[in-house]
């Protein structure tokens, strides 16, 4: 009986057939040469969005371009400071740009005191610039006093953003 023990562990089952898809191609037919799809445009880098750099819009979005005074100043702060510390750097990487700094003031005093505050501010703004390379001869200046608000209300919000320094760019910019 271990003779049928042996024999019967050394019988083998045919193996399972399994079915195989066999992958037939279409037939080839004549219809000339194939063309290949189109690719994508190949690029070096990412693909930049937002303002053409050296444009106006450029300075405007990503440098800033005004500053703003307490009542009866036209000294600079530390946050004025980091806008004309990015206005100097943008200045000297576009050496062909002009610009004009206007100094503004809010509604309250007369007309001659407010052109001279404005002048003051537009000139502190102009120094600076100068004191961090851009040339002197590269910025005008010119006082709007009261007469040019950015918010024509009689309130202390509207006053605290109308005494300010504007910098905008004259010529040379690009885009």
Not at 20 to 46: D, I, K, N
Not at 151 to 173: F, L, Y
Request: charged residues 25%; contains cysteine; hydrophobic residues 30%.
């Amino acid at each position: 009986s271990g003779l049928g023990l042996a024999l019967s562990a050394c019988a083998s089952k045919p193996p399972v057939q399994e079915e195989v898809e066999v992958y037939t191609p279409p037939p080839v037919t004549e219809r000339g040469p194939v063309e290949p799809a189109p690719r994508p445009p190949v690029t070096s880098g990412p693909v930049e969005t937002g303002p053409v750099r050296g444009s106006v819009d450029d300075f405007r979005i990503n440098v800033g371009e005004r500053v703003y005074f307490d009542t009866d100043r036209y000294n600079v702060d530390n946050y004025d400071l980091e806008i004309l510390d990015r206005q100097a750097a943008w200045l000297n990487a576009y050496p062909n740009v002009r610009v004009m700094v206007a100094g503004n003031a809010d509604e309250r005093g007369t007309r001659e005191y407010n052109l001279g505050l404005g002048e003051r501010r537009a000139n502190s703004v102009k120094d600076y610039l100068v004191s961090r390379g851009v040339a002197a001869s590269r910025i005008e200046t010119i006082s709007y006093g009261k007469e040019k608000p950015i918010d024509g209300r009689s309130t202390p919000e509207a006053w605290e953003i109308n005494r300010n320094a504007h910098t905008q760019i004259v010529s040379g910019q690009l885009g």
